[in-house]
């Protein structure tokens, strides 16, 4: 099962926020929410760990991230 979290996270996870930095502009409260809503549907059919950080929380980190290597 753990591997099937790490090709999850190293896949998905990854894309979802490498897409979600194209249409930042663009998505409201309520794509967000979607984006949250299957991450969660993730955690309970186990293809996440139950302790998986939130969407917002690691869109969050990679937009810090992305701004300290600009600077």
């Known amino acids: 099962m753990l591997s099937l ?3 999850y996270r ?3 996870i990854v894309k979802l926020l490498y897409a979600s930095s194209a249409w930042e502009d663009f998505a409201n409260a309520a794509n967000r929410n979607q ?3 299957f991450v969660n549907w993730s955690k309970r059919a186990g293809y996440c760990s139950l ?3 939130d ?3 690691l869109y969050t980190l990679m937009r810090i991230d992305l701004f ?3 600077l």
Do not use: E, G, W
């Open 5 to 7: 979290q790490t090709v």
């Open 10 to 12: 190293s896949v998905v």
């Open 35 to 37: 984006i949250q809503l």
């Open 51 to 53: 302790d998986f950080p």
């Open 55 to 57: 969407f917002d929380y």
């Open 68 to 70: 300290n290597k600009v």
